[in-house]
T-cell receptor
Framework: AQKITQTQPGMFVQEKEAVTLDCTYD???????LFWYKQPSSGEMIFLIYQGSYDEQNATEGRYSLNFQKARKSANLVISASQLGDSAMYFC???????????????FGTGTRLQVTL | ETGVTQTPRHLVMGMTNKKSLKCEQHLGHNAMYWYKQSAKKPLELMFV???????ENNSVPSRFSPECPNSSHLFLHLHTLQPEDSALYLCASSPDGTSYEQYFGPGTRLTVT
């Protein structure tokens, strides 16, 4: 079974509108972390936001917020006030287990291509 | 230079060639990673180095050989590759494993002919 599922291969949103990108995950660990990355056409993966499994509040970073619903095992990314520069691939990823001082291993989803239109 | 750099950005090689991909990070990190990104597939972790020691080999074929001479540099040596090895190869780094995010380079687009 996939550990990270992104069911939306592509999404369109109008400039200045908000958009939600879906992500569900599967883990039996109690301690884990969830990440969102943006990959523009240049190829570089850009870290956007992080949510720890024990964090009680949803993470926010500027126009990005993570809608974390632990019981449903979902970690959706919400982008508010979309901009043309937000057009890119977006990947959800998970680190299983706590930070133990060893290098962290991330499992990625297949991504969602977001296109922002005028 | 800042961040994570990768060279070359594009590489075309025949199946009998030997080539190397280079990654350099200027962030003072101690962990480095190689990922493979194929079309329509999730990013796949290949190798992890922590403080220059390999801590993860994710069942990668031996035609891919990593090398980490120091915490700032990571190489991926390639030989006798197959066409299905064509992909974007991404390098990433993070502080010693206690941080939350990994910082990625721009990738090397590899085409095997």
């Amino acid at each position: 079974a996939q550990k990270i599922t992104q069911t939306q291969p592509g999404m369109f949103v109008q400039e200045k509108e908000a958009v939600t990108l879906d992500c569900t995950y599967d883990t039996s660990d109690q301690s884990y972390g969830l990440f969102w990355y943006k990959q523009p056409s240049s190829g570089e993966m850009i870290f956007l936001i992080y949510q720890g499994s024990y964090d009680e509040q949803n993470a926010t970073e500027g126009r990005y917020s993570l809608n974390f619903q632990k019981a449903r095992k979902s970690a959706n990314l919400v982008i508010s006030a979309s901009q043309l520069g937000d057009s890119a691939m977006y990947f959800c990823a998970m680190r299983e287990g706590p930070d133990t001082g060893t290098a962290s291993k991330l499992t990625f989803g297949t991504g969602t291509r977001l296109q922002v239109t005028l | 230079e800042t961040g994570v750099t990768q060279t070359p950005r594009h590489l075309v090689m025949g199946m009998t060639n030997k080539k190397s991909l280079k990654c350099e990070q200027h962030l003072g990190h101690n962990a480095m990673y190689w990922y493979k990104q194929s079309a329509k597939k999730p990013l796949e972790l290949m190798f992890v180095y922590n403080f220059k020691e390999q801590t993860e080999n994710n069942s990668v074929p031996s035609r891919f050989s990593p090398e980490c001479p120091n915490s700032s540099h990571l190489f991926l040596h390639l030989h006798t590759l197959q066409p299905e090895d064509s992909a974007l190869y991404l390098c990433a780094s993070s502080p010693d494993g206690t941080s939350y995010e990994q910082y990625f380079g721009p990738g090397t687009r590899l085409t095997v002919t």
